[in-house]
């Protein structure tokens, strides 16, 4: 149950149902993300610049440099080539699961 200054403060937002505070219908959801529109013709003009020839020629350079010994490069290529590697608590939550389903199914 709401506080009742949590009510208050409900009661108080016209665009805002009084019992759940959710948004009437017809309401228009805001001004969104200012920075939306910068972003995306920044993506664009990235993606006009950039050729298949430059991405296979950084890849290959990212490769030189994880055989050369470069830690952070070798990261990179193996979290862009096999994916991020899943945390521990993972995998102990799927074994638990896994011996759970086992042992209802014996």
């Known amino acids: 149950?709401?506080?009742?200054?949590?009510?208050?403060?409900?009661?108080?937002?016209?665009?805002?149902?009084?019992?759940?505070?959710?948004f009437?219908?017809?309401?228009?959801?805001?001004?969104?993300?200012?920075?939306?529109?910068r972003v995306a013709a920044l993506r664009s003009a990235l993606l006009e610049a950039v050729t298949p020839a430059d991405l296979a020629a950084i890849a290959k350079m990212l490769v030189r440099a994880a055989?050369?010994?470069?830690?952070?490069?070798?990261?990179?290529?193996?979290?862009?080539?096999?994916?991020?590697?899943l945390e521990a608590d993972i995998l102990e939550r799927l074994e638990k699961l896994e011996q759970a389903l086992e042992e209802g199914v014996q």
């Open 1 to 22: 149950m709401a506080s009742k200054d949590t009510d208050t403060k409900r009661a108080k937002r016209s665009d805002r149902d009084p019992e759940t505070g959710r």
């Open 24 to 37: 009437l219908p017809g309401n228009g959801g805001g001004p969104g993300n200012p920075h939306a529109a």
């Open 67 to 85: 055989r050369g010994g470069d830690v952070a490069a070798a990261k990179v290529v193996f979290e862009r080539t096999l994916g991020r590697p």
